[in-house]
């Protein structure tokens, strides 16, 4: 037994003071990493993945980018196969650079290509192969942390080698539920709680970006805040994010634009796509190049300025928060 | 007052008897009456529109396709402009042949072209005005007979003239909402009942449906029924019907396919788009060609069958049934 | 074909005008009718009750008391048995006075006392029989005229006696569903669209507003403006309304309170239960006592002043237009 | 940076392996230490309550029950005041023995007695005095743990005082809320997160449990599982559990009743309230009485018999898997 009187400047602070840091890392390091685990380590069932996880410095050595969020650089070489297993986890695959990998999630293989964002949610077997003639690597995300911290993991071995070798261009889920605004009618009866789309394409997310700037220059409502293009990936049959946990999104800053300062409850994991960012994030600043990432924990206010026009790929634990009300988000300048 | 002994019979059938009747228009008729009407009536403040509306035989003559939904053929002249107002019945627009016509929804200019659905839902202000050389007829379906029944219908005249006479390919909604899956940040925190997307596209219907046939070909779940590819217009910001009242939907018969024998409570109007549909509803039944129409009453039976390649465009109510729980389906060779 | 530009002046007016009418029935009027048809008419298969509809004055002779309600005085002598049947019509009882009539519902009998609401939603069996040495007369509220209009009304036949002919204090229903927030365990995973709680008692509902009317003397918030109590009764496992089609509320004004003007989309029927009410309906003024009946048609103004203490009963249909997005209010000092 | 296919194991098992551990602690034990700290500690500002917490000897010496759950015996003297505060935590009472102490929340008098359950649900402020001749202990319940986990934690300082010191038999709250399914009409526009009826009283779950047991005897359904009755404490606004992030529960099994061996996802903690039982978690095995705790760790089996006839009051952080869709549930001998 443990009295509260001692604890409670540490359990029930004045605001989230969270353990985890600001911090960034540079593609520049991860890739040669990555690269070196591709000569060191096979990849096959017991290890699953050749993956490296961000671990953050503030959390104690462990593989957790955040407090609730995994990110980590997978890497493939030509010809391996990342055998098939299924777990509650929810997991993405966002494509900064390279292609060639199918990842087949539920029996359809569904093309990773640069800029691409690829869903594997919850409970769905998926697995990975690389028939190209270069490695790939690319940035995984997953809510482990969190599900690790509440109990709440299953997982299931599925083959030892991908349940099709098929390479289409476009998965099956793309071709049910890939059209804007279109839902399949033999499906929409069972929403599911994850989108059932599995790939949200760079060609789609890039012109929606260029649309939102376009509205602006001609005078019209779309952008965020000016200069700052954002959509967020959703789940077509229900509108809600894509994953129970998990929020992404993608961020286009004009040249010389620059975000307003803001704290959020929960924390967020960025990568810089193309160009250059000038990140402040509480009293830690970086400039950012594509494939850098850093995190925001919870509640330490950040702003992202763009010297030159910069792209960049977002992904958080907000729906969490906002599905148990908690969720709470203060931007200088605008009423609470 | 009036005893419920003598009444209970027509007011309590075993199961629902509807007053409207099956029935069809032939394009061939409707087009040479709207063309007559162009020539006779003009279009302006007070008429409002130059619309024919659809009479089931059943309903006592009035204007009602059903006892919950309004048909009509549209027809505007070129240089006409119909003026703008707005009222709180739900509308959509869908064209079957010809364009040149923008309507304006709240100031955003949509371009209606062939094979297109274009909305204005309740209490959006809309006009209308043709460009080409050429005169335009389309169908417009919207709840008229419901919201009269149920006393629920407010209505505003806006400006004479339509408050922009930009001509642009794409709306600003397509610009924000019509992207596949994705979901401008700007936007997201208030969703309405209505889908912010004004203009759905045949490009993306038709390469919908076509997917759909070939993932049969290749043997893989997506149609609803052998042959028979469909998909709903769907609110991108919810995953809910396109408007609170009314369902739309397109179907792709293959040749040599037919539907199920199906009953639904609640009414439909149907119209081929291209090919030709052998249809029975109830016991009634019609060869129809592009552009004509056909109304299945509430609980009728009805099949349709394509002795050579259909597309039908389908409105109904049955978001009312839902959203109330009082809507039941059967169809034939399918548990209950 | 009907042309919309002679139509659209009826089916489009600038607000809602309904040709249901303001009306008032007087208890005294009614009471004696429902005892004669007493005499005259027997209770059994095929007529199934013995109620006399209050017909609304603008809705052409049809049984109906707006346009998509019925409101009706039934009438059940000592022993007599209204057999069971169940249809997709939602359906109600409010007791203005007497006692020993058990309605069954679904196998639960539920004792009828003055001041209770009994519920029967759609498709339940229900059935009731008087185990009195007087006839006792009761209020039925249903949507026939509504289901009637939409053409979605399915009716089947039960046994001709009633299921139970216990006549337990409190139904099955109350005892698992009547307890302030409180859920059994049992139950809680299928929520249906309607209230699984067959009985709001007077002993309940007399206490809320007792209660209200404390706290306004107190100097605390609970009323809905000076000296109305008013309460809503709800399904306790969503919250949501009694049926999704209807709703029922009970207002207690002090001696000396009146309502604020009220507009609203959709209808309402009241009773008054105890004291006298000064009632404006549009350009209608009625004085009501016990018993006393009046309709308020979509959107026609009305005021309810106590120039002594009054009770009153009230269902409406506004739950159609909530679930439609169709609502709208207007409160004379209130902003919109 | 940390590899995957080394943690893999730990982060990723094939089901749920939580650090916490089955574990019981005596009300004859929590009870004199409380008592001690009463002698030791004062309440005031800074410490803000006396409250000794549950610690799980498999969570490191952490004050936390569970991975999620506070449990904790808070005790005030005679005369004592716990000054206002608010967090965004959220909060329950649960008084296993005693009286005398009211917890004002947002200014609302609650007075605390035995077997009710009081909530004081995030960011409401609230403070406690007790006015009687004896100490109170009772359980408090929160999910600090789960708050700290994710850093989502806000803490605002009240006055000193509690901002009222009536002490009424029946809060504000209950007056509004406290009357089985009706909702007060000044209120149902805006439904909270949480639960706005403060106090669930003994009077009521008592007769709840009684009635399914009643039930069961005369043959109905009502109990979860022969002689095993149980209800929800429930949000009588939404029906939903009364804070976002814990359910609780109140059980009654007869003399000779066993709950069927159950697994779930999430923790629970369960204080007996009145008689015996026999309780199995895991591999342990206790026999507890009237104010002993025990805790289930997520995914551990467990059942609860009753050599003689128990009262259980239960409190879980299901809300929090359900509404992420990670729950699971099994049940020996039912489905999955």
């Known amino acids: 037994m443990v009295p509260l009187w001692t604890e409670i400047g540490e359990l029930m602070p004045m605001e989230p003071t969270s353990r985890a840091v600001p911090h960034a890392w540079q593609w520049g390091d991860l890739l040669p990493l990555a690269q070196e685990s591709g000569r060191l380590v096979p990849v096959g069932r017991g290890g699953e993945r050749r993956a490296i996880a961000l671990a ?100 299931e071995f599925g083959p030892e080698q991908v349940s099709s070798t098929e390479t289409p261009d476009r998965s099956r889920s793309e071709q049910l539920w890939g059209h ?22 760079w060609e789609h997310t890039d012109r ?50 620059a975000t307003a300062r803001r704290q959020e409850v929960g924390s967020s994991v960025w990568q810089v796509f193309t160009g250059r960012a000038e990140v402040i994030v ?20 950040f702003t992202i300025g763009a010297a030159e026009a910069v792209d960049l790929f977002r992904f958080s634990d907000t729906p969490i928060y906002e599905r148990l009300h908690l969720d709470r988000v203060q931007v200088a300048g605008q009423e609470q």
Chains 1, 2, 3, 4 share one sequence.
Do not use: K
């Open 56 to 155: 953050n410095p503030g959390l104690g050595g462990r593989p957790f980018a955040t407090p609730t969020m995994w990110a980590a650089i997978q890497y493939l070489c030509p010809g391996e196969v990342a055998p098939e297993h299924r777990h509650t986890q929810n997991a993405f695959r966002f494509v900064v650079e390279g292609e060639g990998v199918w990842t087949v999630v539920d029996g359809d293989p569904v093309a990773m290509r640069r800029g691409d964002l690829l869903l594997t949610a919850g409970w769905h077997f998926h697995g990975h192969h690389n028939i190209a003639t270069e490695p790939m690597a690319w940035l995984d995300g997953l809510d482990i942390p969190f599900a690790h911290g509440i109990d709440s993991t299953f997982f």
């Open 180 to 201: 804007p605004g279109l839902q399949p009618l033999s499906q929409v009866a069972r929403p599911a709680p994850s989108s059932p789309l599995a790939a949200y394409r």
């Open 208 to 257: 929606a970006l260029a649309d939102q700037l376009a509205l602006e220059d001609a005078g019209h409502a779309g952008v965020v805040e000016p200069g700052h293009a954002a959509v967020r990936f959703a789940n077509p049959a229900t509108g809600a994010d894509v994953m129970a946990t998990l929020r992404t999104e993608f961020h286009r800053l004009r040249a010389g634009a």
């Open 282 to 301: 509480g009293d830690r600043t970086w400039d950012l190049a594509a494939g850098d990432l850093f995190v925001v924990p919870s509640w330490v206010p």
